[in-house]
C-alpha cells in the first residue's frame, strides 16, 4: 500500500476491516487521525495483525494499548506520540518558565536535557523571568506576608499560555496551588540535607566550635529555630540572594561567620568544595493532559510518595516560611517514616514526632487514577493510587499527633512573634 493520503484513509476506514476494534483501538484511531498523510503506512503496518497486552490489568481488554505499542515500536516508557512528532513538517516547541538564577537555569536545564532525550522531536524552549521573591532581597522570607514567592510570576505566564511547563525547586510551591494548576512530575531527590559554610577565616571550625557571638546567616525560620535551639552561643540573622549573592556576602563582608544553604543547591552549581530539600517539581496547566502526559515520565515513585506525605504533613499543619516547621522522610523496607517537628522562634520549645506506614512502591511506571488525580498538589496517573493515599494518610496522621500534643500553640506564638518583630 502507498503512502499517501488515500491509502491512510482506507486503513482507517471502521468498515475497512471486519473485525470490532477494540476501544484502544478506536481512541488510537481517532487520535492520529490527524496525521493520516504523514504516518498512514506508519498505522497501517501498525494495526495490520492484532497481539495482545501483556499486563493482566490492562483497561484496553486486550487488543492493542499504549504500553504494547511502545514496547513492539522500541521507545518503552513514552508516549506514543514523542515518535510521531518526528514525521510532523513542523516540530512542535514546549516552551520551559523557569527563574533567571543561576541555579534555576541548571535545575531546568537538567530537566529539559531529560525531556530531550525522551522526546527528540520536539524541540525546547527556556524562558527565564524574576518573580516577588528574586525582586525583594532587603526583606526576610518570613515578614514579607505573601505565599507564592518564587511562583507568581512563572504561573501567570503559565496560565496565559506563554510556557507550556515551569520547573520548581518544590520546596518553593505551596502546598495548595492554586485552581488550575498542578504538579505534573517529581523528579529523583538528590540530598534533602542543609549545610554549613564557612567564612574563610573560620576553615576547619564546626558551628559547635565558633567563638561566641558569631553570627550565622540563613533565610528560613525552621533552621535559625533548630540551630538556635542546640547552639545557643551563636547568634542568627536573615541572609537574602542567590547562592551566587549569599555566598559573597559571606567571603567578602564580615557580618557572617557561616551561613545555612541546601546541600543539593551547592552540589548542583558543582561547589562539591563548600559544602523540597533536594527535589525538583514540574507544575504544568492541570487540564493539559498532552503536557501532563509528556512530563508523567519524569516522576520518581519514592520521591513522589515521600513527596506526598511531606506536603500532606505540612498542609495540614499549615506550614509555610513564616513558622518554623520541619519534615523528613526515609524508605526502607517497604516502610515510609516519616519525622516531623514544630519549633518556637528561639528553639526553647518543640514537638517531634515519628511515624512510619507500610507502602508498596511501584517497581516502574504504572496505571494510576483516571479522576481527580490530585493529592496535596501533584497529580501522578501513572502510580497507583494506594501508596498515594498511603503516603498522604501518613503525613495527615503525623500532623494530627503533633497538634494533640500542643503544636498549634506553639505556631500560633511563632506566628505572633514574626508578625510583631
Given at each position: 500500500?502507498?503512502?499517501?493520503?488515500?491509502?491512510?484513509?482506507?486503513?482507517?476506514?471502521?468498515?475497512?476491516?471486519?473485525?470490532?476494534?477494540?476501544?484502544?483501538?478506536?481512541?488510537?484511531?481517532?487520535?492520529?487521525?490527524?496525521?493520516?498523510?504523514?504516518?498512514?503506512?506508519?498505522?497501517?503496518?501498525?494495526?495490520?495483525?492484532?497481539?495482545?497486552?501483556?499486563?493482566?490489568?490492562?483497561?484496553?481488554?486486550?487488543?492493542?494499548?499504549?504500553?504494547?505499542?511502545?514496547?513492539?515500536?522500541?521507545?518503552?516508557?513514552?508516549?506514543?506520540?514523542?515518535?510521531?512528532?518526528?514525521?510532523?513538517?513542523?516540530?512542535?516547541?514546549?516552551?520551559?518558565?523557569?527563574?533567571?538564577?543561576?541555579?534555576?537555569?541548571?535545575?531546568?536545564?537538567?530537566?529539559?536535557?531529560?525531556?530531550?532525550?525522551?522526546?527528540?522531536?520536539?524541540?525546547?524552549?527556556?524562558?527565564?523571568?524574576?518573580?516577588?521573591?528574586?525582586?525583594?532581597?532587603?526583606?526576610?522570607?518570613?515578614?514579607?506576608?505573601?505565599?507564592?514567592?518564587?511562583?507568581?510570576?512563572?504561573?501567570?505566564?503559565?496560565?496565559?499560555?506563554?510556557?507550556?511547563?515551569?520547573?520548581?525547586?518544590?520546596?518553593?510551591?505551596?502546598?495548595?496551588?492554586?485552581?488550575?494548576?498542578?504538579?505534573?512530575?517529581?523528579?529523583?531527590?538528590?540530598?534533602?540535607?542543609?549545610?554549613?559554610?564557612?567564612?574563610?577565616?573560620?576553615?576547619?571550625?564546626?558551628?559547635?566550635?565558633?567563638?561566641?557571638?558569631?553570627?550565622?546567616?540563613?533565610?528560613?525560620?525552621?533552621?535559625?529555630?533548630?540551630?538556635?535551639?542546640?547552639?545557643?552561643?551563636?547568634?542568627?540573622?536573615?541572609?537574602?540572594?542567590?547562592?551566587n549573592t549569599r555566598l559573597r556576602k559571606l567571603d567578602e563582608q564580615q557580618e557572617f561567620s557561616a551561613i545555612i544553604l541546601a546541600t543539593a543547591?551547592?552540589?548542583?552549581?558543582?561547589?562539591?568544595?563548600?559544602?523540597?530539600?533536594?527535589?525538583?517539581?514540574?507544575?504544568?496547566?492541570?487540564?493539559?493532559?498532552?503536557?501532563?502526559?509528556?512530563?508523567?515520565?519524569?516522576?520518581?515513585?519514592?520521591?513522589?510518595?515521600?513527596?506526598?506525605?511531606?506536603?500532606?504533613?505540612?498542609?495540614?499543619?499549615?506550614?509555610?516560611?513564616?513558622?518554623?516547621?520541619?519534615?523528613?522522610?526515609?524508605?526502607?523496607?517497604?516502610?515510609?517514616?516519616?519525622?516531623?517537628?514544630?519549633?518556637?522562634?528561639?528553639?526553647?520549645?518543640?514537638?517531634?514526632?515519628?511515624?512510619?506506614?507500610?507502602?508498596?512502591?511501584?517497581?516502574?511506571?504504572?496505571?494510576?487514577?483516571?479522576?481527580?488525580?490530585?493529592?496535596?498538589?501533584?497529580?501522578?496517573?501513572?502510580?497507583?493510587?494506594?501508596?498515594?493515599?498511603?503516603?498522604?494518610?501518613?503525613?495527615?496522621?503525623?500532623?494530627?499527633?503533633?497538634?494533640?500534643?500542643?503544636?498549634?500553640?506553639?505556631?500560633?506564638?511563632?506566628?505572633?512573634?514574626?508578625?510583631?518583630?
Amino acid at each position: 500500500m502507498s503512502g499517501n493520503g488515500n491509502a491512510a484513509a482506507t486503513a482507517w476506514s471502521p468498515s475497512h476491516s471486519q473485525r470490532s476494534k477494540s476501544p484502544a483501538e478506536t481512541h488510537l484511531l481517532n487520535y492520529y487521525r490527524g496525521w493520516e498523510a504523514a504516518v498512514g503506512p506508519y498505522i497501517t503496518s501498525l494495526l495490520a495483525e492484532p497481539w495482545a497486552c501483556a499486563q493482566t490489568n490492562c483497561r484496553a481488554g486486550g487488543g492493542h494499548c499504549h504500553a504494547e505499542i511502545r514496547k513492539r515500536w522500541g521507545a518503552a516508557n513514552l508516549p506514543l506520540s514523542s515518535q510521531l512528532e518526528e514525521n510532523s513538517p513542523k516540530m512542535r516547541v514546549i516552551r520551559v518558565g523557569t527563574r533567571k538564577s543561576q541555579l534555576a537555569r541548571i535545575q531546568t536545564d537538567s530537566v529539559v536535557a531529560t525531556l530531550k532525550a525522551l522526546y527528540p522531536g520536539l524541540q525546547f524552549e527556556i524562558i527565564a523571568m524574576s518573580t516577588t521573591g528574586d525582586k525583594i532581597l532587603d526583606t526576610a522570607l518570613s515578614k514579607i506576608g505573601e505565599k507564592s514567592l518564587f511562583t507568581k510570576e512563572l504561573e501567570h505566564a503559565l496560565e496565559k499560555n506563554e510556557v507550556d511547563l515551569v520547573v520548581h525547586s518544590l520546596k518553593d510551591l505551596p502546598t495548595v496551588l492554586p485552581p488550575g494548576f498542578t504538579i505534573g512530575a517529581i523528579c529523583k531527590r538528590e540530598n534533602p540535607h542543609d549545610a554549613v559554610v564557612f567564612h574563610p577565616k573560620f576553615v576547619g571550625k564546626t558551628l559547635e566550635t565558633l567563638p561566641e557571638k558569631s553570627v550565622v546567616g540563613t533565610s528560613s525560620l525552621r533552621r535559625a529555630a533548630q540551630l538556635q535551639r542546640k547552639f545557643r552561643h551563636l547568634e542568627f540573622r536573615s541572609i537574602r540572594g542567590n547562592l551566587n549573592t549569599r555566598l559573597r556576602k559571606l567571603d567578602e563582608q564580615q557580618e557572617f561567620s557561616a551561613i545555612i544553604l541546601a546541600t543539593a543547591g551547592l552540589q548542583r552549581m558543582g561547589w562539591h568544595n563548600r559544602v523540597g530539600q533536594g527535589a525538583l517539581g514540574v507544575e504544568v496547566r492541570a487540564k493539559d493532559q498532552d503536557i501532563l502526559d509528556l512530563v508523567g515520565v519524569l516522576h520518581d515513585p519514592e520521591t513522589l510518595l515521600r513527596c506526598i506525605a511531606e506536603r500532606a504533613f505540612l498542609r495540614h499543619l499549615e506550614g509555610g516560611c513564616s513558622v518554623p516547621v520541619a519534615v523528613h522522610t526515609a524508605m526502607k523496607d517497604g516502610q515510609l517514616y516519616l519525622t516531623g517537628g514544630v519549633w518556637s522562634l528561639d528553639g526553647s520549645d518543640s514537638i517531634q514526632e515519628t511515624m512510619q506506614a507500610t507502602i508498596h512502591v511501584p517497581a516502574q511506571h504504572e496505571d494510576g487514577p483516571e479522576d481527580d488525580p490530585q493529592l496535596v498538589g501533584i497529580t501522578a496517573c501513572n502510580i497507583p493510587r494506594g501508596p498515594q493515599l498511603a503516603a498522604q494518610n501518613l503525613g495527615i496522621s503525623l500532623a494530627n499527633l503533633l497538634l494533640s500534643k500542643g503544636a498549634k500553640n506553639i505556631l500560633d506564638v511563632a506566628r505572633q512573634l514574626n508578625d510583631a518583630h
